[in-house]
């Protein structure tokens, strides 16, 4: 039996791998057993077990570690540059750094497969961005501390993955919001939509997400980090012009907005990341446009 760990399961690409472990518990040919841990948010996934756990009272994480003993753990909780808000950088590179190292100390100590999905955002500026050429060049202490955590991880896990990942997008199964959700909100409401013309990144459908991380489980041979992305590099305004019109909303809602606007952080206007190296191990991701059809039947409800 494959035992799986999953933290930030109330975030929003949890969610969506808990649900692909759910439907690979429903192939009989499936033997997992699959634990979620949430802090503050409880979810309720079918089949998946879920248990309330601070990331960082290292007493506790160690205690569940030493009852489930996984074979592979998501580690995908973070402070992200949405919920960073008001909270100072010392537990922003606390969490982000110090939990994943505990969690990459834990997952040697079991020998547990450890995926961690740090962000795209590490890299500098550029077009075909490889893993092992590309420039780090982090700006924000989002991404400092996310690369912080990558180092934590090939040091101190004895199997990974690292996921250096791209914007994702489809609509939230859970408390968190994201920026897609925003938008196609403000759309259905008849409310305009302003967004980055002129900041490209390869962003990536969360269904998409789940699916290559749980086919990673199958084909693990070596330590290694990947760049999680789609094939198109679109802009927001790219993708909320396609939003609109696969949701029939005015076009004229959406209005394009610069990067040079945007004062609370640093933001890289291009990041066009090489997938190669994903593809060749076989996995493949759809296209925005029909990944937006297909999450259709997961949009809210009024």
């Not at 109330?10 to 634990?35: H, Q, T, W």
Request: proline share 4%.
């Amino acid at each position: 039996m494959k035992k799986n760990l999953i933290t930030g399961s109330s975030g929003y690409l949890a969610p969506y791998i808990c649900i692909e472990l759910g439907r690979l518990l429903k192939n009989e040919n499936a033997d997992y057993n699959v634990m979620g841990l949430y802090n503050s948010h409880p979810v309720n996934y079918g089949s998946i077990d879920f248990k309330q756990c601070d990331l960082t009272d290292f007493k506790k994480l160690d205690k569940i570690f030493d009852e489930i003993k996984p074979d592979i753990v998501y580690h995908l909780a973070s402070v992200t540059p949405t919920r960073i808000g008001n909270k100072p950088d010392d537990f922003v590179y606390f969490f982000n750094r110090d939990v994943t190292a505990e969690i990459a100390k834990l997952c040697s100590k079991y020998d547990s497969l450890m995926f961690y999905t740090s962000t795209d955002l590490v890299y500098n500026e550029g077009h075909n961005i490889k893993e092992d050429t590309g420039i780090i060049n982090p700006q924000t202490v989002y991404a400092k501390s996310k690369l912080m955590g990558e180092d934590a991880v090939r040091k101190l896990a004895s199997k990974y993955i690292i996921f250096r990942t791209s914007l994702v997008y489809g609509f939230s199964l859970s408390s968190y919001t994201s920026f897609f959700d925003i938008a196609y909100k403000n759309l259905s409401e008849g409310k305009p939509v302003h967004a980055f013309a002129d900041q490209y990144r390869n962003a990536i459908y969360a269904e998409d997400a789940a699916r290559i991380m749980t086919e990673l489980i199958h084909i693990y041979k070596n330590n290694d980090i990947i760049n999680l992305c789609g094939d198109e590099e679109l802009s927001r305004y790219d993708m909320c012009k396609t939003m609109a019109e696969v949701f029939c909303f005015p076009p004229e809602l959406v209005l394009p907005a610069s990067c040079d606007e945007f004062k609370e952080y640093p933001l890289v206007k291009r990041i066009g990341l090489n997938n190669e190296k994903m593809k060749r191990l076989g996995l493949k991701t759809g296209s925005y446009k029909k990944n937006l059809i297909k999450s259709l039947s997961l949009k809210p409800t009024k």
